[in-house]
């Protein structure tokens, strides 16, 4: 009975594991590449300079600024520039004919001189976010296909957990250089090892979109008003009409100094201001999320706009909103200091190691039972077609995103469009060339390649602007930097992957064994 | 994290230690059942009092995230310099285990 249960859980992880892999192994990566979010958006948008942080001198400007371009507007939102990333966004929304919203216009301006930047246009890191949830489907099916693909992350770790019953007897066993063996072993040591990052990060997911998948203690609670909910959940939606009788908004600098004393010195995140310029103007100050490891989103303060005075101080969560901010904030990650961020990012790379090489697996073990006779059946092709595409495929398409944002010129029509195109075409013909060329030549052709693009992006900086690794290092400005330099790692370390499978290929053409450990880090 | 780290490392080493395989890899011997036990005490020992100086610094919750953190990579960088390194990965150890009261005095 009990082996039967074991072997019933190894068949649903295997299966599980197969048809999910691929789509895991995209929303891993891009969601690993999303924990530098602002710092890629930062290289992507290198017009944004970097000043000293001076909030005061920021709000000033952002507000001298909107009041001049958009005095009438229905709502201004200011972010302010913080220690990832540089820029000073101010965003306003036309005023709302009822029934309809209102646009949305955004611009970056320089904190020091009060002018717009002129940026080009791209997504930045908030693709690769974006990405990483929504799936670039529209909404809500990426969104559903994402926290379903989490459902099944989940039930992936736990029959994991089930199937490998000697991972916690082999803790520490790591044997390279065994075929199938190190295969099992590396999968079973990122998984084992991180464990704790992989249930964390998958339960988390499933928490954010509670109210999407679960929606049936809120409609218990609420009945049909789902909005009702949401207002108590964000308190920050629920503002005072506007009168319609003008009034001068106030300055939001002292605003901003009496919102800190309340949270004794926490940082200020954003600022939104509704009806600027009527007399029930009010100002919601947030905290930043970087303040504290549980996500607050009641955390704020309100003003009246145009008397300044303090209309209500919200925040101090009930213990379940508590729990579910701290899932949503581990998730996050917004308050990781920069060697936490980086620790998040080993993790987030060894959960999509833990799956590529699930994947490689899978195939490799069907694969040597065909070895001798050497024809392989069709659907082993699929999947080896689609292990190549998946894997290395992605890795060209992260590089071709880059490229896209130095080459195509500032004045493009839809520019940040092009670059997901770039994106998406660069994935396309990966799948194409996996499609015609077999096995281990895929591999090392697809692995150069991405190599090539990722291991060239400091030079490619370095031609198309003045912030090459020589003035950012100089300047400290270590986003930048910090791009240039993962991307020249990653390059050199699939470089070296694309070689040792070429080296191994040579004395033993159809063993298994030649894939090795190469793949366990390619993954990255 | 410095500390936490350097008492996490050797905690997983001192576990790896009181296992017979590993132990008769890195030191060449089979470990006596007092030694084992031990090596299992100590590194328990260790991987526990090192939530202390994460928490210390960083606050509970800070500080837990952070030990979670330091704790999953100290295991991964143990295990992926086993099998290449094994003569480093346990002097890393003993070096930490020096060095920690250094790490203390500038970090606590």
Redesign the interface.
Known sequence: MKEGFRQAMAWLHTWVGLIFGWLLFAIFLTGTLAYFKDEITHWMQPEVQAHPLDDARSLAVAQAYLQQHAPDAARWFITLPNSRDPGLSVMWQDKLDPGKRGNFVQKVVDPVSGEAVLARDSKGGEFFYRFHFQLQMPHPWGRWLSTLAAMVMFVALITGIVTHKKIFKDFFTFRPRKGQRSWLDGHNAVGVLVLPFHLMITYSSLVIFMSMVMPAPIMASYGADTRAFFSEMFPATDNAPALGQPAPLQSLVPMYTQARAQWAGGQVGRLAVNNPGDVNASVNIFRAGSDRVAQDFGSMVSFNGATGELLRVGGGQSLPALIGGTFYGLHMGHFATPVLRWLYFICGLAGTAMIGTGLVMWLGKRQLKHARTGVMPYELRLVETLNIASMSGLLIAIGAFFWANRLLPASFAERSDWEVQAFFIAWGLSLLHAALRRGRWGWIEQLSCAALLLGAVPLLNAITTEQHLGVSLARGDWAMAGFDLTCLGSGVFLAWAAWKMRCRMAPQPTAERALGLNLTREAR | ?LLALLLCYAG?TA??LS?D??HGELLRSKPSPQRRLGWRASGWLLLLGSIWPAVAVAGW??GL??W??????S??L???L???LPRLALSLAGAGLLASPVAAFVTL
């Open positions: 994290m997983f576990l790896c296992t395989r590993h919750s800070q995230v952070e979670c953190a330091v704790l999953m990579l295991a991964l143990l295990v992926l086993l099998p290449y």
